[in-house]
């Protein structure tokens, strides 16, 4: 099979394969689970014993990711060398899709291709006060936007930069727990430039500048960005108060807001279209429906999944109910896609930048995902991710 490129990028950037594009469109430390629903119903785990379910290899995915990869970088390099933030938005999914295929492979040449991208970046960033159009005009450094549909263009947006470096401090994080590549001379300069980076010119920065406006967003997936950029940061940090600092933001998302009336686990409710999936609104203290639209769910899941992997807070079983919201509720099967969590609308499949996620902890929900037939780089990238952390723990988990 081959994949069908495409000059878009990002949730509309659908390689389908052998089809044509048709629609475009916790805490550092582990706790006991809190409540799975608002309303006392609770998400039964993944039964122990399941039938052993085959699937398809690292490898294979890798195959599929390899078949853009020099086209990927086409665009991402350029883009990842642009002073504005906006363009570095699209460059997250290359450095995630980088990072995820490092870890399933072990391939430095994936890590080197990630860390090209981050460095490209930081390298564009200009001292706030030099930029003539910034709001904030101090000492951090950054970046702004003149993306044209900003009500302000020219200033500096901290959802353009939470979208990258969520995916950047991840990038940092395995570098600091793959012992080999922290322990390389080469490897901890770069880590250790861009670590100094993260801490002062992203987190500080946006935090000193109003943590209820900047950190503590008005909706989920927003906040989640920021939940996983505090999570990453609170594992490598070497400061005890800035890891003291890290873990409260994320205490704050997943459990409770400071400034709105709900936390991440306050919003989960159970679904009305499947008492085994869960549902939320993307608005704080909101039940409505038709709740998160599910591409900016990709968002949140994106978060849960990684706090899910370093024990913080996130258990199996909210991630079985996430998934059964992806396989009973937003696609129950065949080409249809809901456009929203409770599964109305109709959308385009967009899964890549975090339900696709879900499948390293269910052989059944990465065998459903193998059958999806939108798939990108991003997406191969973490099908192999999920193939090599399930093939760990063995062919019935």
């Excluded at 890590?111 to 706030?128: D, H, I, K, M």
């Excluded at 101090?138 to 969520?166: A, M, T």
């Excluded at 704080?284 to 978060?303: C, E, F, K, L, T």
Aim: charged share 20%; net charge neutral; proline share 6%.
């Amino acid at each position: 099979m081959t994949m069908l490129k495409s000059q878009l990028r990002g949730p509309a950037a659908l390689l389908l394969i052998g089809v044509a594009v048709l629609t475009l469109g916790g805490s550092g430390r582990p706790r006991s689970a809190a409540p799975l629903l608002t309303d006392d119903v609770v998400v039964a785990a993944p039964p122990a014993s399941q039938p052993v379910v085959t699937l398809r290899p690292v490898r294979y995915w890798e195959d599929r990711f390899l078949e853009s990869w020099e086209y990927d970088r086409r665009n991402g390099l350029p883009a990842s060398r642009l002073p504005d933030s906006w363009e570095h938005y699209s460059v997250s999914y290359d450095v995630d899709a980088n990072t995820a295929m490092y870890r399933a492979t072990g391939r430095v040449q994936y890590l080197q291709r990630a860390l090209e991208y981050v460095g490209n970046v930081v390298a564009t960033a200009q001292v706030s006060s030099s930029l003539p159009t910034s709001q904030y005009r101090d000492q951090y450094l950054g970046w702004v936007s003149f993306r044209p549909d900003l009500d302000e263009p020219g200033v500096e947006v901290p959802l353009y930069e939470s979208y990258f470096w969520r995916y950047a401090t991840t990038l940092l994080r395995v570098m600091r727990q793959t012992p080999a590549v922290y322990a390389d001379p080469a490897y901890r300069e770069r880590y250790d430039r861009l670590l100094q980076f993260a801490e002062v010119h992203i987190f500080d920065k946006w935090f000193s500048r109003g943590a209820d406006d900047n950190i503590y967003r008005s909706r989920t997936h927003m906040a989640a960005h920021w939940a996983t950029i505090a999570l990453n940061l609170s594992r490598i940090t070497e400061d005890p108060a800035r890891q003291a600092r890290y873990r409260a933001v994320v205490d704050q998302i997943d459990g409770g807001l400071p400034n709105y009336p709900s936390g991440l686990r306050g919003q989960l409710r159970r679904s009305p279209a499947e008492p085994s999936a869960y549902f939320w609104s993307d608005v704080w203290g909101s039940a409505d429906r038709p709740g998160q639209d599910v591409s900016h769910a990709n968002g949140v899941i994106s978060y849960v999944v990684e706090a899910r992997d370093q024990g913080a807070f996130w258990t199996d079983a909210d991630m079985a109910g996430f998934a059964a919201t992806l396989t009973k509720v937003i696609w129950p099967g065949g080409t249809s896609y809901a456009a929203f969590v409770d599964g109305t609308g109709r959308d385009n499949g967009w899964f890549s930048d975090g339900l696709v996620k879900l499948g390293r902890y269910d052989r059944a929900v990465q065998q459903r995902l193998e059958e999806h037939r939108v798939v990108n780089a991003q997406f191969a990238a973490n099908m192999a991710l999920n193939a090599k952390v399930l093939s760990s723990k063995g062919p019935n988990r």
